[in-house]
Every structure is written in structure tokens, then in C-alpha cells.
């Protein structure tokens, strides 16, 4: 498996369980898949869509997190208002790139945030700043982040 398809797959894997304990539910990744990335179900046969994504600060940070930046490069600081301003511009790609889609479920977005510091209570200061698409196939808009404590990716917020 290549390293994107681990990467979605892990930062799905994390999302479902995170949403199955917040909301008492058992879905489980059914399909690893284009358009959406993946198709989970529950055991009613619900199906949904999920396209995932990650979040990052810049291309340096995701050149960084993936082990290719420059090594005697450092990355800096990231200021909270330049990621929501990342997320506001991913928000727009993933809801024109969604919009082609022919998928006949309800379909959710997940986005993980890959910050080493920005935490889920970063993001809920700044909820007026996020500016979801006025026009996008997403049911729900999910922003998945790791617990500073626990470093688990337990931190989940519904965008819309």
C-alpha cells in the first residue's frame, strides 16, 4: 500500500472510531476507494461516503511530516490564522472536486489536521473564520484532530 493510501486509511480508520464512541454507533471502513476515498456501513446497512483529506500548515509542513523536507531547513512558527486560512482554501478545493461526484449516499467529509500544535480548541477560537462553501455535496463536515494528551486522534469537531 502505498503512503497516501496508508495515510487516508489510518486517518479513517481514526475518524470512524472517533465517531462511532461520540455518537454510539458501529460503522466500520468497508472500502478503500476513488470518489469518495472510502465507503463505510454499520450493521443496518447504512453506507456512507467519506472523502478524506489532510490538513496542513504549508507545503513545507507536509514535505516535513512525510520525512522529505530539507533537514537543515526549520519549519517556524505557525500562526493559528494562516492554517484556518489552509482550511478555508481546502475547504473550497475538496467542495469543487466533491461537486463531480455521482454517489448516490450520504457523503462526509474528514478532514485530519496534521498540526503538531494546533489542537481542536484552537480551531473552535477561531469557528467564525472557518468559511464553509456555500455550495458543496457534503451531509457533514468533520475536522479530526489529535489529543494532546493521549495523542490519539480522538478530537472531533462537525464542521457543518
Not at 28 to 45: M, Q, S, Y
Not at 107 to 113: A, D, E, H, Q, T
Request: hydrophobic letters at 40%; a negative charge; aromatic letters at 10%.
Amino acid at each position: 500500500m502505498e503512503e497516501k493510501a496508508r495515510l487516508e486509511r489510518a486517518a479513517c480508520e481514526g475518524f470512524v472510531q472517533s465517531y462511532n464512541a461520540k455518537y454510539c454507533t458501529s460503522f466500520v471502513v468497508k472500502e478503500h476507494r476513488d470518489r469518495p476515498d472510502f465507503l463505510i456501513a454499520d450493521a443496518f446497512g447504512e453506507k456512507i461516503g467519506i472523502e478524506m483529506t489532510h490538513l496542513y500548515y504549508d507545503r513545507e509542513q507536509a514535505k516535513t511530516s512525510l520525512g522529505r523536507g530539507e533537514k537543515e531547513k526549520f519549519h517556524g512558527t505557525m500562526r493559528t490564522g494562516e492554517l484556518i486560512t489552509a482550511l478555508n482554501t481546502l475547504l473550497e478545493s475538496k467542495a469543487a472536486q466533491a461537486a463531480k461526484y455521482n454517489f448516490g449516499n450520504r457523503l462526509f467529509l474528514v478532514i485530519r489536521n496534521t498540526s503538531p500544535i494546533h489542537e481542536l480548541a484552537d480551531f473552535e477560537m477561531f469557528e467564525e473564520d472557518i468559511h464553509i462553501p456555500p455550495s458543496h455535496p457534503f451531509s457533514h463536515i468533520w475536522l479530526l484532530c489529535q489529543d494532546p494528551m493521549t495523542n490519539k486522534w480522538t478530537g472531533l469537531a462537525e464542521l457543518m
